[in-house]
């Protein structure tokens, strides 16, 4: 209990710590890379819930990530000015539901507000991950696998075939997302520090609720589910139930941080549905040691960031693939609980424990 | 008052009828044993009253309601609590926490106050852990409370399943072999835990093959051979059953 507190309080610190040095370094570039990965390690807390704690995996999960980004893209960028004098425009108009505004070339564009936007996008999610996951949640293991890998591959191929989504260009010009009066995701340089906060104030919020989940009845039914199946089912858990509301929070996860990462690039493209995605948010899971919501959070904070400041090259997605590979041979509960880890985290008298908070 | 009615369960399974046909009843705050050879369709019955199978025909009639077809997890929601033959502890977590997973149908925090950590939910939880703890106590096993479950010896292990089935408050408790790979003293712990849990007032059907535990503790005997019911009586009187005997020994020997 206080323990979660004192890993979220320092967790803050580091946040503002690294941008306190990028500012001091004269490196603030590195802040649009570490907002994006904050969006990112969203995506993969979500899938540790999942995957760690439920015990059920998903190589779907950029699926989801990319109907949260292109619906709030597709909502925000649909010009409403040629249906301006319909009832419907009207009534949403005079509720604040729209906005308007001026594109690149000083047209005028009428479009939802990203707020509205955002709720709608969440609101698809929660119902292609209860439709899917109602049937697919039956299944285990490698079935389990595939069945989510079809799902991601469907979505790839619906925004990758479907000019409402822009086929293989995305969409482009996606406005900023105005969360609060001077408070907005956007790419826009001036709000480089603004943003990089908004990112990780979310991410800090999400691991304090992830954190706290774990810690109760519900986390505790998930571990049951995932050691001992029929045992958790025998004391009177509904293990249908609990998989499939894991499901949708993981996929809300990682349609949130879709939309939030789409208003803060300005636009998505059908890279981010790939199945290449979703491999990668499960290798990072695994890198973090399946069920640690730190290790997760480390492993996507330090390897987004790398990838997304090209370290890995043209061998990015190789590096993830390998990464898997590694991870399951040599280190299957992640690298924070190597021995090697473990024998630093005592001589740095960190305690052993921290890493595996949430499964102690 | 009778708690438990089986009432003509069959069960194939292809063409092998495991249970063919039983009915027996389980009076209300008594310890009922099943028992007979390997292979008499023991464990499908079990698994049949669990809902973990279920019945071709035949009905289950547990405190006056149907429960046939029932998932696990809604039998148990009825007051059914049962533990493993085959051991089926929760790893990585503690003795404590695996008890406190007995309590789960009596707490309520869902996805969304375990999220907010309401202050509701944290009340429930210390609740759930007080009656935890008195649930551990009176099994004798505080003392491992913060011991993980799956590292301690297998004697205690078979306890700890017996503190999780009874944490649920059960009105029926079914014990699937829990003498199974316990030496003697383990086996007469064990017992009086049983007959601890009987005299607390809730009521046991137990699957054994262990006979002096089975003919010490029970207050009535069901025999199963080859999926049908061939005895249903108290313990002395099954003993000198020939039909019984005849199925146990060989009938050669008889």
Same mark, same amino acid.
């Given at each position: 209990?206080?323990?979660?507190?004192?890993?979220?309080?320092?967790?803050?610190?580091?946040?503002?710590?690294?941008?306190?040095?990028?500012?001091?370094?004269?490196?603030?570039?590195?802040?649009?890379?570490?907002?994006?990965?904050?969006?990112?390690?969203?995506?993969?807390? *979500?899938?540790?819930?999942?995957?760690?704690?439920?015990?059920?995996?998903?190589?779907?999960?950029? *699926?989801?990530?990319?109907?949260?980004?292109?619906?709030?893209?597709?909502?925000?960028?649909?010009?409403?000015?040629?249906?301006?004098?319909?009832?419907?425009?009207?009534?949403?108009? #005079?509720?604040?539901?729209?906005?308007?505004?001026?594109?690149?070339?000083?047209?005028?564009?009428?479009?939802?507000?990203?707020?509205?936007?955002?709720?709608?996008?969440?609101?698809?999610?929660?119902?292609?991950?209860?439709?899917?996951?109602?049937?697919?949640?039956?299944?285990?293991?490698?079935?389990?696998?595939?069945?989510?890998?079809?799902?991601?591959?469907?979505?790839?191929?619906?925004?990758?075939?479907?000019?409402?989504?822009?086929?293989?260009?995305?969409?482009?010009?996606?406005?900023?997302?105005?969360?609060?009066?001077?408070?907005?995701? #956007?790419?826009?340089?001036?709000?480089?520090?603004?943003?990089?906060?908004?990112?990780?104030?979310?991410?800090?919020?999400?691991?304090?609720?992830?954190?706290?989940?774990?810690?109760?009845?519900?986390?505790?039914?998930?571990?049951?589910?995932? *050691?001992?199946?029929?045992?958790?089912?025998?004391?009177?858990?509904?293990?249908?139930?609990?998989?499939?509301?894991?499901?949708?929070?993981?996929?809300?996860?990682?349609?949130?941080?879709?939309?939030?990462?789409?208003?803060?690039?300005?636009?998505?493209?059908?890279?981010?549905?790939?199945?290449?995605?979703?491999?990668?948010?499960?290798?990072?899971?695994?890198?973090?040691?399946?069920? #640690?919501?730190?290790?997760?959070?480390?492993?996507?904070?330090?390897?987004?960031?790398?990838?997304?400041?090209?370290?890995?090259?043209?061998?990015?997605?190789?590096?993830?693939?390998?990464?898997?590979?590694?991870?399951?041979?040599?280190?299957?509960?992640?690298?924070?609980?190597?021995?090697?880890?473990?024998?630093?985290?005592?001589?740095?008298?960190?305690?052993?424990?921290?890493?595996?908070?949430?499964? #102690? | 008052?009778?708690?438990?009615?089986?009432?003509?369960?069959?069960?194939?399974?292809?063409?092998?009828?495991?249970?063919?046909?039983?009915?027996?009843?389980?009076?209300?705050?008594?310890?009922?044993?099943?028992?007979?050879?390997?292979?008499?369709?023991?464990?499908?019955?079990?698994?049949?009253?669990?809902?973990?199978?279920?019945?071709?025909?035949?009905?289950?009639?547990?405190?006056?309601?149907?429960?046939?077809?029932?998932?696990?997890?809604?039998?148990?929601?009825?007051?059914?609590?049962?533990?493993?033959?085959?051991?089926?502890?929760?790893?990585?977590?503690?003795?404590?926490?695996?008890?406190?997973?007995?309590?789960?149908?009596?707490?309520?925090?869902?996805?969304?106050?375990?999220?907010?950590?309401?202050?509701?939910?944290?009340?429930?939880?210390?609740?759930?852990?007080?009656?935890?703890?008195?649930?551990?106590?009176?099994?004798?096993?505080?003392?491992?409370?913060?011991?993980?479950?799956?590292?301690?010896?297998?004697?205690?292990?078979?306890?700890?399943?017996?503190?999780?089935?009874?944490?649920?408050?059960?009105?029926?408790?079914?014990?699937?072999?829990?003498?199974?790979?316990?030496?003697?003293?383990?086996?007469?712990?064990?017992?009086?835990?049983?007959?601890?849990?009987?005299?607390?007032? +809730?009521?046991?059907?137990?699957?054994?093959?262990?006979?002096?535990?089975?003919?010490?503790?029970?207050?009535?005997? +069901?025999?199963?051979?080859?999926?049908?019911?061939?005895?249903?009586?108290?313990?002395?009187?099954?003993?000198?059953?020939?039909?019984?005997?005849?199925?146990?020994?060989?009938?050669?020997?008889?």
């Amino acid at each position: 209990m206080r323990g979660r507190y004192l890993h979220i309080t320092l967790l803050s610190i580091f946040v503002v710590a690294v941008q306190v040095i990028t500012q001091i370094t004269d490196t603030t570039y590195y802040l649009t890379q570490l907002t994006m990965a904050a969006y990112y390690s969203l995506v993969i807390l *979500g899938l540790t819930l999942l995957m760690g704690y439920a015990g059920q995996i998903s190589l779907g999960h950029a *699926g989801f990530f990319a109907i949260g980004g292109y619906t709030s893209a597709v909502l925000t960028t649909y010009n409403l000015i040629p249906y301006k004098e319909k009832a419907i425009v009207k009534v949403m108009a #005079s509720m604040g539901m729209l906005q308007m505004r001026e594109d690149l070339y000083g047209g005028q564009i009428l479009n939802l507000h990203p707020w509205i936007a955002f709720l709608l996008a969440i609101a698809i999610t929660v119902a292609v991950a209860y439709v899917i996951g109602i049937p697919v949640l039956k299944l285990k293991g490698h079935y389990l696998a595939m069945a989510t890998l079809g799902f991601g591959i469907i979505i790839y191929r619906i925004v990758l075939g479907t000019p409402l989504f822009g086929e293989a260009d995305g969409i482009s010009d996606v406005p900023a997302f105005g969360l609060l009066p001077g408070i907005e995701v #956007s790419g826009d340089m001036s709000m480089r520090i603004q943003n990089y906060y908004i990112a990780w104030v979310i991410v800090i919020v999400a691991v304090l609720l992830l954190l706290n989940l774990i810690d109760s009845r519900v986390g505790r039914a998930l571990r049951a589910i995932h *050691g001992a199946e029929d045992a958790a089912d025998a004391m009177g858990v509904n293990t249908a139930e609990y998989k499939l509301k894991t499901f949708i929070l993981s996929a809300v996860f990682a349609a949130t941080a879709g939309v939030f990462l789409t208003h803060f690039n300005g636009g998505i493209g059908p890279s981010e549905a790939s199945v290449m995605k979703s491999v990668r948010y499960v290798a990072i899971v695994a890198a973090g040691g399946m069920a #640690s919501i730190w290790g997760a959070l480390t492993m996507a904070a330090v390897l987004n960031f790398l990838s997304l400041r090209g370290y890995f090259g043209s061998y990015d997605d190789a590096v993830f693939g390998a990464i898997l590979i590694v991870i399951m041979l040599f280190a299957p509960e992640g690298i924070l609980r190597l021995p090697v880890m473990k024998n630093i985290q005592r001589l740095l008298r960190f305690k052993p424990s921290e890493g595996s908070d949430g499964a #102690s | 008052m009778v708690l438990l009615d089986v009432k003509g369960l069959s069960k194939s399974f292809g063409g092998l009828k495991a249970v063919s046909n039983v009915s027996f009843t389980v009076r209300e705050g008594i310890i009922k044993a099943v028992i007979g050879p390997n292979g008499a369709g023991k464990t499908t019955l079990f698994n049949l009253i669990s809902g973990v199978l279920k019945p071709d025909s035949g009905k289950i009639i547990f405190k006056n309601e149907e429960i046939q077809g029932l998932e696990p997890f809604q039998i148990a929601h009825r007051g059914v609590s049962r533990t493993f033959q085959h051991l089926r502890l929760f790893p990585g977590m503690t003795v404590l926490e695996n008890v406190m997973m007995g309590r789960h149908i009596h707490s309520r925090s869902g996805f969304f106050a375990g999220m907010l950590n309401m202050p509701w939910t944290r009340r429930e939880e210390k609740g759930v852990r007080q009656k935890t703890f008195e649930i551990l106590e009176i099994i004798g096993i505080a003392d491992l409370a913060d011991k993980e479950a799956v590292s301690l010896a297998y004697g205690q292990q078979r306890i700890v399943e017996l503190a999780r089935a009874l944490a649920l408050e059960p009105k029926l408790m079914l014990l699937d072999e829990p003498a199974a790979g316990l030496n003697m003293r383990e086996t007469a712990d064990i017992a009086r835990l049983i007959t601890k849990i009987r005299d607390m007032g +809730v009521t046991v059907l137990i699957v054994e093959h262990d006979m002096s535990l089975v003919m010490n503790i029970s207050d009535e005997i +069901v025999v199963l051979s080859y999926g049908e019911k061939i005895a249903e009586d108290v313990p002395l009187a099954i003993q000198k059953n020939e039909e019984v005997i005849r199925v146990y020994l060989g009938e050669d020997d008889a």
